[in-house]
């Protein structure tokens, strides 16, 4: 019985140990899940709550932070680098040079004048024939406001049309930057399967932040209603009720609160345009033999516009060795 005792006794001193002293594996595997579980009920939880926070957060995407809006006058934007490239020289032409779009032009510079100078403005659709000057005036309108507003600080922003879905993300960049800023997209329009256009009209009316008093939006578009003929048909001829099928989609141009219509040139507009960049740009050439080639280029291309006067005077110079460049 005393033997018996001392087995006892021996076997609880040595809490896990062989009779020879080593650890005993299966105990000490006990022990250890007993602690844990022990650790667990006290602050675990916390703990592994805390590994959890900070996975998520090295997976979060980072946040967006706005470039230095100071080193350019223009930027483009690109969502799937989530940033704003700078543009050193923006391809423009100068106000002078626009020749046939008067009304239309002083619309443009008054609504971005009142704009830059913190008064409300309104989002421009400069809509119509191709090649008049589009988007030259929207660029021209920034680089004249621009100068005669510095302390604005201006800034044109471009993007473009299959990037509108990204514009509620350039929109917090831009919401609490000092400048004021053009966005531009160039040529916009909607196939008959693209919902991104939702989002434009989300940002330019009806959401609940709303455009940001700091930004203005400007696009051009050949169609007025930014959709084409045929797919408004097929929304009239599908649809259940025709009329709010259409007007679903008819209504993103209503959300623009200018619209500036181009249309084609006359012959004199078209010569004045030749003219003009001829007389701006130095190159010799006798007038009564510039209109007739002026004519005859434009009667090859099927078309008198702006576009066509300047292909015409940049192969003209061209052929005289005159360098284009406003620098000289």
């Known amino acids: 019985m005393a033997k018996s005792r001392a087995r006892s006794s021996l076997g609880r001193s040595s809490l896990g140990r062989s009779s020879l002293g080593r650890p005993n594996k299966k105990a000490t595997k006990n022990l250890a899940r007993a602690g844990g579980e022990e650790a667990h009920g006290s602050g675990g939880d916390a703990a592994l709550l805390a590994r959890i926070a900070g ?20 930027f483009v934007w690109h969502p799937e680098g989530r940033r704003l490239t700078a543009v050193r020289r923006v391809n423009r032409v100068d106000m002078s040079l626009l020749k046939g779009i008067d009304r239309v032009r002083d619309l443009l510079v008054e609504n971005t004048e009142r704009f830059a100078r913190g008064l409300p403005a309104n989002n421009a659709l400069l809509w119509g024939a191709r090649g008049m000057g589009k988007s030259s005036l929207v660029k021209a ?43 531009f997209c160039d040529d916009l329009s909607f196939d008959a399967e693209d919902t991104s256009y939702k989002s434009l009209k989300t940002m330019l009316e009806g959401g609940i932040e709303g455009r940001p008093e700091n930004v203005i ?33 008819v209504s993103l141009s209503d959300r623009f609160g200018l619209w500036l219509g181009f249309h084609r040139c006359s012959q004199d507009e ?59």
């Open 55 to 74: 996975a998520l957060e090295r997976l979060a995407p980072a946040a967006l932070a706005a470039p230095d809006f100071t080193t350019a006058e223009a």
């Open 217 to 249: 939006f400007y696009a051009t578009s050949n169609r007025r209603h930014l959709l084409a003929r045929d797919m408004m048909e097929n929304e009239r001829s599908t649809a259940i009720n025709p009329g709010e099928a259409v007007e679903e989609k």
């Open 141 to 183: 309108a920034h680089a004249a406001i621009g100068k005669a507003h510095p302390a604005a600080g201006l800034k044109l922003i471009e993007i473009h049309r299959e990037d509108i879905e990204s514009l509620p993300e350039l929109m917090s960049i831009l919401r609490n930057a000092p400048q004021h800023f053009i966005v």
């Open 270 to 328: 078209y010569l004045a345009m030749v003219e003009g960049y001829v007389a701006h740009y130095r190159v010799p050439f006798d007038g009564a033999e510039l209109r007739r080639e002026a004519l005859e280029w434009a009667t090859t291309r099927g078309a008198r516009s702006g576009r066509v006067a300047w292909q015409y005077v940049q192969d003209l110079a061209g052929r005289l060795g005159v360098r284009m460049s406003d620098d000289r």
